[in-house]
């Protein structure tokens, strides 16, 4: 089964399973995609697409203006392959065919701490247009550890703690070089 990673600016995975019926997958921020990611601001409502074609499953923008790079380098489609990284503007796209992976690259199970929070859904039928691919939802999200609110808070602390000292020490050097003395005795008597 293939699935992509999403990683997004503050280091949040989500993992979607892509499917298997050969439907085409549109990523962005809007409502109407199939994955929808509207927390990610440089994401576009309809960013890109992930087909199948004969090559494989490719990636492409879906509007003009949407910007993929793979390993770096902007491309306008590319075929997904396992262990690359594309970047949807700040957010990474990792993807990975378990088919064809071998058995010590499959992600550790240890990681995943939510079971997907909802069976997969199927849109209505629709009626065929010209030139569009039929599309069923893709819900199916596993979510890795997020830091909690007290890591966060001590965090910020400790960052505020090396500035403050870093700025003393700053001061301790320059009252050294104009005085000879150290800042602390000055403070001190």
Request: charged share 20%; aromatic share 4%.
């Amino acid at each position: 089964m293939a699935y992509i990673d999403l990683i997004d600016s503050v280091g949040k995975d989500l993992r979607f399973l892509l499917p298997d019926d050969g439907s085409a997958v549109i990523i962005g921020s809007g409502a109407d995609c199939h994955i929808s990611l509207p927390h990610i601001p440089d994401m576009l409502p309809q960013h890109c697409i992930i087909s199948i074609q004969p090559e494989g499953r490719v990636l492409s923008p879906a509007v003009e203006g949407a910007t993929i790079l793979a390993e770096g380098n902007l491309v306008q489609a590319v075929v997904l392959m396992p262990h690359v990284v594309y970047s949807l503007g700040s957010t990474m796209l990792m993807y990975n065919d378990e088919a064809t992976a071998a058995p010590d690259t499959a992600p550790p199970a240890q990681e995943v701490t939510q079971e997907p929070e909802s069976e997969p859904e199927k849109a209505a039928p629709r009626k065929k247009k010209k030139k569009k691919a039929k599309h069923t939802q893709v819900t199916t999200v596993v979510q890795t550890v997020e830091d909690g609110v007290i890591h966060i808070i001590l965090r910020r602390l400790y960052v505020i703690a090396i500035l403050a000292l870093a700025f003393l020490a700053g001061l301790t050097i320059r009252c050294w070089m104009t005085s000879g003395e150290y800042f602390i005795d000055k403070l001190l008597k």
